[in-house]
């Protein structure tokens, strides 16, 4: 099926449920140095976020393969609201083929050169191979993976990607998040942070604790989540999914422009355990009636159970490190998810809290240890100013530092899709990506795997 997005709405649904699949057709004389993005299988909002922007390297047609049915209408209406956005719209033209054999006429016929893919996680290796092995970019939502099985088929991918010079990237949002990268950077100056300290699995060196939501509002409106989201045979459980974002801080933090092993992993304990949701909550969230069939071996005491919380403790180059995830059905009023992280210098801890006190918005504090308040003034003021005008430093009552970022540097979870798309059109220009950026993501899933491994046990 093939029409052009300026669409919208309800008429949009309606236009698609009417059109019957056909071969799309494609003229592509246009020089590869443009990005033409083809979308696979849009099943996770995050297909749609990547855009919320236009890019000047990317064509503006996004050629689109999918399965019939509600996640590719949800998807396209999501489109076609930042197309009809009265404030910087985009301006997005769709070519969609929907049909059982979509993955087949994506390859078949290949009107793009970078294959975007975010969904169901139990195929999305699947789909990654059989783009790289038809020469196709991949960029992918996290997590590529989702249990050792999957692993061994990314090593292949990888593989195939470096004999072909082809991009696999994964995208990792949260190396975007303002305070986030000050911490980083402030852990990077010796005067204030000293080293990393080596911690203990009582006391690690680096933590990340994360809060998510079933519910929640994206682009202002409430996310209505596919039923197989709560399958963690398709999902994935809590220990292989936002896990991925939070070793992947710490590999970039704790070892950063460094090139990392699954060597340098060693997994110590790993756990996984369930949240409990209604028949009401699932029908919120999902708007369907009743729980699914295959979830049916989930359903207990009539509520599902859905093995979305993981926790893992192991050591990387011999530095303790700690991650945690954790799902609650919905935040309280005027809250959300919400991140913690700590990193333990010899001379400083850097802290980022989002709590009530911080009004559910990350922030960053320094507790200072070995290093003197004039180093910690001269790093913020002088060295991270140059990069970050308006930052500054303020004494708290706990004795601890907090470094006040401006409100522009608040961008949000959803602008951060534009930036680190932006990173791999860099990537994309010149050919090739730093020389941490593969390994780095391998040992992530090894990480990530591992748990998985361990916890299932």
């Known amino acids: 099926m093939i029409f052009k997005n300026y669409i919208s709405g309800?008429?949009?649904?309606?236009?698609?449920?009417?059109?019957?699949?056909?071969?799309?057709?494609?003229?592509?004389?246009?020089?590869?140095?443009?990005?033409?993005?083809?979308?696979?299988?849009?099943?996770?909002?995050?297909?749609?976020?990547?855009?919320?922007?236009?890019y000047a390297d990317v064509d503006s047609t996004v050629y689109i393969?999918?399965?019939?049915?509600?996640?590719?209408?949800?998807?396209?209406?999501?489109?076609a609201s930042y197309n009809g956005r009265p404030e910087n719209p985009t301006a997005w033209n769709l070519e969609v083929y929907s049909g059982a054999d979509y993955l087949q006429k994506m390859i078949s016929q290949k009107p793009g050169n970078v294959m975007m893919v975010a969904g169901k996680n139990d195929v999305k290796i699947d789909y990654i191979l059989s783009a790289v092995e038809n020469g196709i970019h991949v960029y992918a939502d996290k997590p590529l993976v989702?249990?050792?099985?999957?692993?061994?088929?990314?090593?292949?991918?990888?593989?195939?990607?470096?004999?072909?010079?082809?991009?696999?990237?994964?995208?990792?949002?949260?190396?975007?998040?303002?305070?986030?990268?000050?911490?980083?950077?402030?852990?990077?100056?010796?005067?204030?942070?000293?080293?990393?300290?080596?911690?203990?699995?009582?006391?690690?060196?680096?933590?990340?604790?994360?809060?998510?939501?079933?519910?929640?509002?994206?682009?202002?409106?409430?996310?209505?989540r596919p039923d197989w989201f709560f399958d963690v045979e398709t999902e994935g459980t809590g220990i292989v999914d936002v896990t991925t974002h939070l070793v992947d801080l710490i590999q970039w933090e704790a070892f950063p422009d460094q090139v990392l092993d699954t060597a340098d992993v060693k997994m110590n304990t790993a756990k996984l355990w369930p949240t409990t949701m209604t028949l009401k909550e699932f029908t919120q969230v999902t708007g369907k009636s009743a729980f699914s069939d295959f979830l049916a071996k989930n359903v207990k005491n009539g509520n599902l159970e859905v093995l979305?919380?993981?926790?893992?403790?192991?050591?990387?180059?011999?530095?303790?490190?700690?991650?945690?995830?954790?799902?609650?059905?919905?935040?309280?009023?005027?809250?959300?998810?919400?991140?913690?992280?700590?990193?333990?210098?010899?001379?400083?801890?850097?802290?980022?809290?989002?709590?009530?006190?911080?009004?559910?918005?990350?922030?960053?504090?320094?507790?200072?240890?070995?290093?003197?308040?004039?180093?910690?003034?001269?790093?913020?003021?002088?060295?991270?100013q140059a990069k970050y005008p308006g930052i500054d430093l303020q004494l708290m009552p706990s004795g601890e530092y907090q470094v006040i970022i401006p409100d522009s540097y608040h961008n949000g979870h959803e602008a951060h899709f534009a930036q680190v798309t932006e990173k791999f059109l860099e990537y994309y220009k010149f050919g090739t990506m730093p020389a941490w950026e593969v390994p780095n993501m391998i040992t992530k899933y090894y990480t990530t795997t591992k748990a998985y491994e361990m916890a299932m046990k």
């Not at 246009?30 to 976020?49: C, W, Y």
């Not at 180059?317 to 309280?332: D, E, I, L, R, T």
Request: hydrophobic share 40%.
């Open 10 to 54: 309800a008429f949009l649904a309606l236009f698609l449920a009417g059109c019957a699949p056909k071969e799309m057709k494609t003229d592509n004389a246009e020089s590869d140095s443009r990005v033409r993005i083809m979308t696979l299988d849009p099943g996770h909002f995050h297909a749609g976020l990547i855009h919320k922007s236009m």
């Open 65 to 79: 393969f999918a399965p019939e049915g509600a996640e590719l209408k949800d998807h396209l209406n999501r489109l």
């Open 146 to 224: 989702i249990n050792p099985a999957g692993f061994k088929k990314l090593l292949i991918a990888f593989q195939t990607a470096k004999n072909k010079n082809l991009l696999l990237y994964d995208i990792m949002t949260e190396r975007f998040e303002i305070t986030t990268l000050l911490q980083r950077e402030l852990s990077m100056i010796p005067e204030v942070f000293g080293t990393l300290e080596d911690g203990t699995p009582e006391d690690p060196a680096i933590s990340k604790v994360s809060v998510h939501h079933f519910f929640k509002y994206v682009s202002g409106v409430p996310l209505v």
């Open 308 to 384: 979305s919380n993981g926790e893992m403790n192991y050591t990387l180059k011999g530095k303790h490190a700690k991650v945690s995830v954790v799902w609650n059905y919905q935040a309280p009023e005027g809250t959300g998810d919400t991140h913690y992280s700590m990193m333990r210098g010899t001379k400083a801890n850097l802290i980022i809290r989002q709590g009530k006190e911080e009004n559910y918005r990350p922030a960053l504090y320094v507790k200072l240890i070995g290093s003197a308040q004039s180093d910690l003034e001269k790093a913020v003021k002088q060295t991270l």
